[in-house]
């Protein structure tokens, strides 16, 4: 069975660096095809894809937020980071990550999500 | 960048309606269109990857159909537990773009 957990912090200031953390099992980010990527959403609004990463390490990124956004992946400790500087009030978001084995990817097995508030 | 589209915003409907959500992309995209649900405070579920092909365990009620830039989604027989809101997505090897949801209220 395949899942996916969200952690980070709940509260970022504004101007501040958010590292958020998908920590998964059932699958191993070193399998042909496979990949993890980050999507948000505002409060009471639409699904945003950030960035996604294969297990080859190539990685994509959302053309909007490419500056901002650093995707990484630790294949031994089932982790991938996600990484958003400069981060501002309309950043406050549900962040998911989310599973692919498909290429094009298409995320078939999404974790919970874990709500961010950037607020000074 | 591929725009999505999605109508209509939201639909009203009664238990045993068939509905129909549209989605268009503002250029070709094949047939590389996932269709996902959501219900309040929960993470998307995924319903149809590739437009027409139905993810293991989602009910045949649901059905996704169309390429090149107009999709639809189908519920042939709504269910209580289809009140939600529904997003389709683009998927390509370098993009990924969704469109902004249709809720589906009960009437």
């Known amino acids: 069975q395949i899942t996916l957990k969200e952690s980070g912090p709940t509260l970022v200031k504004p101007t501040q660096t958010l590292t958020l953390t998908c920590t998964f099992s059932g699958f191993s980010l070193s399998t042909s095809g496979v990949g993890v990527g980050w999507i948000r959403q505002p409060p009471g609004k639409a699904l945003e894809w950030l960035a996604i990463i294969y297990w080859d390490d190539d990685k994509r990124y959302s053309p909007s937020l490419k500056n901002r956004v650093t995707i990484t992946k630790d294949t031994s400790k089932n982790q991938v980071v996600l990484t958003m500087t400069n981060m501002d009030p309309v950043d406050t978001a549900t962040y998911y990550c989310?599973?692919?084995?498909?290429?094009?990817?298409?995320?078939?097995?999404w974790g919970k999500g874990t709500t961010v508030t950037v607020s000074s | 960048d591929i725009q999505m589209t999605q109508s209509p915003s939201t639909l009203s409907a009664s238990v045993g309606d068939r509905v129909t959500i549209t989605c268009r992309a503002s250029?070709?995209?094949?047939?590389?269109l996932a269709w996902y649900q959501q219900k309040p405070g929960k993470a998307p579920k995924l319903l149809i990857y590739?437009?027409?092909s139905l993810e293991s365990g989602v009910p045949s009620r649901f059905s996704g159909s169309g390429s090149g830039t107009e999709f639809t989604l189908t519920i042939s027989s709504l269910q209580p537990d289809d009140f939600a809101t529904y997003y389709c997505q683009h998927y390509n090897d370098y993009s990924w773009t969704f469109g902004q949801g249709t809720k589906v209220e009960i009437k």
């Open positions: 590739k437009a027409s």
């Open positions: 250029q070709s995209i094949s047939s590389w």
């Open positions: 989310a599973h692919s084995i498909t290429i094009p990817a298409y995320m078939d097995v």
